[in-house]
């Protein structure tokens, strides 16, 4: 999306949104010779997503970040500091990791971890006590993230024991990722297993103060779990209630008829404290940054507000040597492999041209071809991905070559329908995909649950071809009562041009928009005054100054 044309406010990044986001303190294990081994990978994706978390527009999704690392000793690397516009603080930290020791063999002491971990829990309780921040604090308790490439029974034992005394009321989530060696086997399952070596007795201790994570030595899948803290982590609600019609089997089964709306009548929204009915609750989570969250960064995704997006750049007459934006197929899908919740932005269709200064014979020739290729989708349940190179990148001579010595690019997916087009959809890449972890139930859900859905969505009405036209929003009546609610326009010039000031006065200027709207305005007539015979001046001995007032200055007594 433009960042000139789009909205301010973002749909997914309300004012209410992300209102308990903790804190962050990021214990980074470098002691080698496991550092050696993942060193490459937790830097790049640490700066990659520190870069991205400090670029976000919209509400704060990471207020605050400190980062630790243990080697021989524990270090201090940043303490906690606001993650937000602070892109070149964080990749100095980043660097400073980078730099650490990865040969040799440190003899670190057991305990460098857990004090880290104290250290940073007692550094945010001085930041609440001291520091003044704009505002109230989103949490009162920071998450603290060990990050190490030990094995994991080991590290989780020790922070066991060694957090046993230690005051944790500060402490909201205590997290071990433990990144998987090249000789290690990764579990990839949600559910990790316990460590080897682990009494079953302490499981309990696991799983309310410790939580292990186990992930590959990558660096997408160590970017993927840093940005999970991106996502809306307020609980203290439910987001969304899903009501279907009342179903006739389970409590609140009382069947009721209700008279079928008229044609062209929107029904309106069911009561939420309606028994009858079946009501879902559920949470809202983003499958994806939007680009307009970018404010700085432009043509991040392809261009689909409107038509005039696609077409091309020109300034006063027509400028035939630019040539049009140019999409180069790079894949085929599979119709049914592509998930619909990477696909952002508007559709835009594409069809073939009937640009007049095209030869007959060529333009059947492209509509032919054109035909071929939706026909040919259609046939095989294929999409098509291509790529679309920045303005800048074109402009340097990039074409359609892509990301080609760190070009911005950016992707979409080419559907076929029915009638002779294609759908253009802009697709998320990489940098802009959130982690979305949802579960695969192995099971049929039980039997009263499924009664109970079935039958209530035995009580909708089913279209065999939806046709959008039958659907209102009451838009029309919404523009009317906003335009009866606000002044005319000539009204408001009228109203505007009675205030004027008297002639004479200084006229206070309120910035460039002021300034306009003072020369739009046409200057009212002066004021005839009546003359007044001048004063003749004032004998010496006529009054004393101390004696005389301010009125009596003013309107003298005429003299006889």
């Not at 559709?347 to 032919?368: G, R, S, V, Y």
């Not at 040919?376 to 349940?381: A, F, I």
């Not at 079935?454 to 209102?472: I, K």
Request: charged letters at 20%.
């Amino acid at each position: 999306m433009s960042f000139r044309n789009k909205p301010r406010g973002v749909a997914a990044a309300c004012s209410s949104s992300f209102s308990r986001q903790p804190p962050r303190v990021l214990v980074v294990d470098t002691a080698p010779p496991w550092w050696r081994e993942v060193c490459h990978s937790v830097c790049e994706a640490l700066d990659g997503f520190l870069t991205l978390a400090s670029s976000l527009d919209g509400p704060c999704r990471l207020p605050l970040l400190s980062l630790y690392a243990v080697s021989s000793h524990t270090e201090c690397l940043l303490p906690l500091a606001q993650v937000k516009g602070n892109v070149q603080r964080l990749r100095s930290c980043v660097e400073e990791l980078r730099s650490a020791p990865r040969e040799g063999c440190v003899g670190a002491r057991d305990s460098l971890l857990q004090e880290a971990v104290q250290d940073s829990l007692l550094q945010f309780k001085q930041y609440l006590r001291h520091v003044t921040v704009r505002g109230p604090i989103s949490s009162s308790s920071a998450e603290v993230t060990v990050l190490t490439s030990r094995p994991a029974g080991g590290v989780v034992r020790q922070l066991e024991a060694g957090l046993k005394d230690t005051d944790l009321v500060s402490l909201r989530r205590l997290v071990v990722i433990c990144i998987a060696r090249d000789n290690d086997a990764p579990s990839n399952s949600p559910e990790t297993p316990l460590p080897a070596g682990l009494d079953p007795e302490d499981s309990l201790v696991l799983g309310t103060e410790v939580e292990l994570l186990q992930v590959e030595n990558d660096t997408v899948a160590l970017e993927t779990v840093f940005k999970g803290w991106l996502h809306d982590l307020g609980g203290d609600r439910e987001h969304l209630h899903l009501l279907l019609p009342p179903s006739l089997q389970g409590p609140g089964s009382a069947p009721r008829h209700t008279p079928s709306p008229a044609p062209g009548h929107t029904p309106s929204a069911s009561p939420a404290h309606d028994a009858s009915s079946v009501c879902l609750k559920c949470d809202v989570q983003e499958r994806l940054l939007s680009p307009a969250l970018f404010a700085s960064t432009p043509d991040l995704g392809p261009n689909t507000e409107t038509v005039c997006d696609f077409h091309p750049p020109t300034k006063g007459p027509t400028n035939q040597s630019t040539p049009p934006h140019r999409l180069t197929i790079i894949k085929a899908l599979r119709a049914d492999g592509v998930c619909e919740s990477v696909l952002y932005g508007l559709p835009l269709i594409i069809k073939p041209t009937n640009c007049w200064q095209l030869d007959w014979d060529e333009m059947e020739a492209n509509h032919q071809l054109f035909h071929a290729l939706c026909h040919t989708l259609r046939s095989q349940g294929w999409f098509l991905l291509a790529r679309c190179a920045s303005v800048s990148s074109r402009g340097a001579g990039v074409g359609g070559a892509g990301a080609v010595g760190g070009a911005l690019c950016s992707y979409a997916v080419l559907q076929p329908s029915a009638s002779l087009s294609l759908l253009l959809k802009p697709v998320a890449a990489r940098e802009l995909l959130l982690p979305c972890a949802l579960s695969v139930p192995s099971a049929d859900p039980p039997h009263r649950a499924l009664t109970r859905i079935q039958s209530s969505l035995a009580q909708l009405e089913e279209d065999p071809v939806f046709n959008p036209l039958c659907l209102r929003t009451n838009l029309y009546p919404h523009l009317r009562s906003l335009q009866a609610r606000s002044p005319y326009p000539y009204r408001t010039q009228q109203r505007r041009d009675t205030h004027c000031p008297a002639e004479g006065t200084a006229t206070p200027q309120h910035g460039r928009q002021s300034q306009a709207r003072a020369r739009a305005t046409v200057a009212p007539l002066p004021l005839k005054r009546p003359a007044r015979p001048p004063i003749p001046p004032l004998p010496m001995t006529c009054c004393t100054p101390s004696l005389c007032s301010a009125q009596d200055l003013l309107h003298p007594a005429p003299l006889l």
